[in-house]
């Protein structure tokens, strides 16, 4: 008796050929819908699996393969008596390779007029059952999933006449990832759907863009995933140009330099190291911003990651080049600037969609043991209930200058201040156990250039400390959340010296 081979795809991409050749291997091949008449088509012979169940599809479709016939063949213990008698009572024959991929879920969330019942007609259910009977029982059965698997597989079925125990555990392991994928992409669209926010079990599948040398030190193995459906605007979505391959800690600092720069509309350049900004910059044109952020720090911008809002012209580039910088991340570069800048063997050149601006609803961190979800912080300066807490109200430029440092200190790692004027950061204080550190460093970046600049705090101050701190170094306006038991305290200093104080109502701690 001849085996048999169950092959049943969406996909058909080498699907003939894989076909062709096991039938040259004297194996019967049973098959459904469009798959069968794929192969008739092509003059292979195909047993449909009506004839083998005895029963029609029926219900659209829906119901074809979820019959004893089918799956007593599948999850046989084929070396088993009692399993083989039962086989023989119920003329149940085995069947040795399944192949099938699904219905393309992913591919038809995908598209923005999809509607629910296209989602809900393309959840398989056949599919995942025989993959998921044919993988628990891979001690006799060969499932394939990824037809990048077929030429293994024949290599092994011609010169062995089986695949290996271990190949078959390998093509299992994949079948539960790619089952438990699928479920959890149709969970995640339901669990939205249905408007559940934190559900009792949460899933979430990835999928390798590629693995790198090494994650934060070299001592520690690594490997960068994308969020099936994730944003456009994203590092995981970015194309590379040009460059040696991302590491660890460029895919972090790149990341970050982009969440940045989605805060300015006009045009901006943000140079980032360690994951905190070093120098934004903002002005009438691409190169005027960049010239603004190297301006802010031109000492920790060396080594660091630059992103730009706007298409990185011959100008720009020259700028960049200048200095040696590992990622350059913007929507475009022209063939001018490319040429110039690919003179850098090694230089990262990212391109990333500024149009499509669809924010991912959550953001993850894992801890060890379990996972932290949270909106992200999309919370702007528009959004706040702004408020004038001193008697002077801010100048114009003053306004922009705190505009500009409130969109860059959400960004800062906490305690976190930003010293800055109307254009460009001054000064970055970072990740500091108490905010009078923070703002120590950020004004003695600045410098002289504080006088007359805008400070803006991640939180509230809790005394009057920083507030005393930037009127000496020269600080003329301030932004901060407030809601301290102590705010008049700050309000009466920043009177004192003539500071106007701006409260947010909103904090932006990042830890």
Known sequence: MKKRALLSVSDKAGILEFAQALVALDYEILSTGGTMKHLKDNGVAVTAVDE??????????????LNPMIHGGLLAKQDDSSHIAQMKEHGIQPIHIVCVNLYPFKETIAKPDT???????????????????????????TVIVDAGDY????????????????????????????????????????????????????????????????????????????????????????TQLHGKELSYNNIQDANAALQIVKEFQQPAAVAVKHMNPCGVGTGATIAEAFNKAYEADATSIFGGIVALNREVDAKTAEQLSSIFLEIIIAPSFTDEAMELLTQKKNIRLLTISFTQQKKDQWN????????????????????????????????????EALKLGWSVVKHVKSNAIVVSDAQMTLGVGAGQMNRVGAATIALAQAGERAKGAALASDAFFPMDDTVEAAALAGITAIIQ??????????????????????FTGVRHFKH
């Not at 043991?369 to 209930?385: N, V």
């Not at 959340?481 to 701006?502: L, Q, W």
Request: charged letters at 25%; aromatic letters at 10%; glycine letters at 8%.
């Open 364 to 399: 993850t961190v894992s801890v060890e043991g379990g996972l932290l979800i949270q909106q992200p912080d999309t919370y702007g300066f528009d959004d706040a209930d702004i408020r004038v807490a001193t008697d002077r109200k801010p100048t114009e430029a003053e306004w």
């Open 481 to 502: 959340p407030g809601g301290s038991v102590k705010d008049e305290d700050s309000i009466k200093k920043a009177n004192e010296y003539g500071i106007t104080m701006v």
């Open 115 to 141: 509607t629910i019942e296209d989602a809900i007609e393309n959840i398989d259910i056949g599919g995942p059952a025989m993959l998921r009977a044919s993988a628990k029982n891979h001690a006799y059965v």
């Open 151 to 238: 030429e293994q597989v024949l290599k092994e079925l011609t010169s062995a006449g089986e695949t290996t125990l271990e190949t078959r555990r390998r093509l299992a392991a994949k079948v539960f990832r790619h089952t438990a994928a699928y479920d959890a992409l149709i969970s995640s669209y339901l669990t939205d759907l249905a408007g559940e926010q934190f559900p009792e079990q949460v899933t979430y599948t990835y999928e390798l863009k590629q693995p790198l040398r090494y994650g934060e030190n070299p001592h520690q193995k690594a490997a960068f995933y994308s969020r099936p459906l994730g944003s456009d605007f994203s590092i995981a979505y970015a």
């Open 52 to 65: 083998v169940t005895g029963f029609p599809e029926i219900m659209e479709g829906r119901v074809k393969t």
